[in-house]
């Protein structure tokens, strides 16, 4: 199917973190007309890389007039790096956040991060890209006060107050998956993919229960694999209840408010299904919001700010 035009008054937010690339040209009442998307992080291209796919998407939309970028295009591996915008902070300093730039011959805004020092310890903490779906979300529930959760490969736990991000804290759980299963002793016993089932339900027993250091636990799923207590085409999911009830004994410890919340689950559908799986086994309610319509709505919110 042939690509829209571009109209007037249309635009594009763009989604550029380190391994992949989305592109979404969206019309001036919000709704995505169209979406570009390649695997094409920051990370895997030059200058001269982001340059030609810039160009490719201005082909694929031709006259092209607003773009806007968020995501580690915007960082010191990305095309020019942006200062964060320190929490408390709302879409509004975001939006005085952004700096200018072109990029292939498309101008384009870059959209800050955001860094924030945790109530809880005082430690300081960053996030790239999760701002537009946060910001996003709050206009598609208007007034939301409380917790927001964007399981990932880097999961953020962000406090909302008075349309504001609070603070927030950021677990690696989905990184140390993905390399503990890819490499190393423990990818030997792995088969198959994550799922809701006993296994996954006993490592989140295990990983929440904070008796044992998730060192000593991680081991512990080899050991029953080799032992026969745990099936290989179980392990996934023990590994990752494991680091999931781990994370979440985290985020309990750090906002003991979380037990008495209704989490918003920002991200791709399967990897929410387990977060929403875990929080249930732990008394935790959640509901799950889709990341693509948490973007465009945040994308256009920060258009509409840009031009008033």
Same mark, same amino acid.
């Given at each position: 199917?042939?690509?829209?035009?571009?109209?007037?008054?249309?635009? @594009?937010?763009?989604?550029? %973190?380190?391994?992949?690339? $989305? =592109? #979404?040209?969206? &019309?001036? +009442?919000?709704?995505?007309?169209? *979406?570009?998307?390649?695997?094409?992080?920051?990370?895997?291209?030059?200058?001269?890389?982001?340059?030609?796919?810039?160009?490719?998407?201005?082909?694929?939309?031709?006259?092209?007039?607003?773009?806007?970028?968020?995501?580690?295009?915007?960082?010191?591996?990305?095309?020019?790096?942006?200062?964060?915008?320190?929490?408390?902070?709302?879409?509004?300093?975001?939006?005085?956040?952004?700096?200018?730039?072109?990029?292939?011959?498309?101008? @384009?805004?870059?959209?800050? %991060?955001?860094?924030?020092? $945790? =109530? #809880?310890?005082? &430690?300081? +903490?960053?996030?790239?890209?999760? *701002?537009?779906?946060?910001?996003?979300?709050?206009?598609?529930?208007?007034?939301?006060?409380?917790?927001?959760?964007?399981?990932?490969?880097h999961t953020k736990w962000v406090r909302?107050?008075?349309?504001?991000?609070?603070?927030?804290?950021?677990?690696?759980?989905?990184?140390?998956?993905?390399?503990?299963?890819?490499?190393?002793?423990?990818?030997?016993?792995?088969?198959?993919?994550?799922?809701?089932g006993d296994a996954f339900l006993e490592? @989140?027993?295990?990983?929440?229960?904070?008796?044992?250091?998730?060192?000593?636990?991680?081991?512990?799923?080899?050991?029953?694999?080799?032992?026969?207590?745990?099936?290989?085409?179980?392990?996934?999911?023990?590994?990752?209840?494991?680091?999931?009830?781990?994370?979440?004994?985290?985020?309990?410890?750090?906002?003991?408010?979380?037990?008495?919340?209704?989490?918003?689950?920002?991200?791709?559908?399967?990897?929410?299904?387990?977060?929403?799986?875990?929080?249930?086994?732990?008394?935790?309610?959640?509901?799950?919001?889709?990341?693509?319509?948490?973007?465009?709505?945040?994308?256009?919110?920060?258009?509409?700010?840009?031009?008033?």
């Amino acid at each position: 199917m042939e690509a829209p035009v571009p109209r007037a008054d249309d635009f @594009v937010g763009i989604n550029w %973190g380190s391994t992949n690339f $989305r =592109a #979404y040209l969206i &019309g001036a +009442d919000g709704v995505a007309i169209d *979406e570009y998307s390649r695997p094409s992080g920051v990370a895997k291209l030059d200058r001269a890389g982001m340059e030609d796919l810039m160009r490719a998407v201005a082909a694929h939309w031709p006259g092209l007039q607003m773009a806007y970028a968020a995501g580690m295009i915007g960082s010191n591996v990305g095309w020019q790096d942006v200062p964060y915008v320190l929490a408390p902070a709302g879409l509004a300093e975001i939006a005085r956040g952004m700096v200018g730039t072109v990029i292939g011959g498309v101008p @384009v805004r870059l959209v800050p %991060g955001m860094a924030c020092r $945790r =109530a #809880y310890d005082g &430690g300081p +903490d960053i996030l790239r890209g999760e *701002e537009i779906e946060l910001f996003g979300f709050t206009q598609l529930h208007r007034g939301w006060d409380g917790f927001v959760a964007l399981p990932g490969t880097h999961t953020k736990w962000v406090r909302f107050s008075g349309g504001k991000v609070v603070d927030f804290f950021t677990s690696m759980s989905g990184e140390m998956y993905d390399r503990l299963t890819s490499a190393g002793l423990l990818a030997s016993i792995v088969e198959g993919e994550a799922q809701v089932g006993d296994a996954f339900l006993e490592g @989140v027993r295990l990983g929440s229960a904070r008796q044992l250091g998730l060192g000593t636990l991680l081991f512990g799923a080899r050991a029953r694999v080799i032992r026969g207590a745990l099936p290989r085409t179980e392990s996934a999911s023990f590994l990752r209840g494991l680091l999931i009830g781990a994370e979440i004994a985290d985020a309990l410890a750090i906002h003991p408010g979380l037990a008495a919340a209704q989490i918003p689950l920002i991200g791709n559908g399967p990897l929410c299904q387990l977060y929403a799986a875990a929080l249930e086994s732990m008394q935790v309610g959640s509901w799950y919001v889709d990341s693509r319509a948490a973007c465009v709505a945040g994308f256009t919110a920060l258009h509409r700010l840009e031009m008033a």
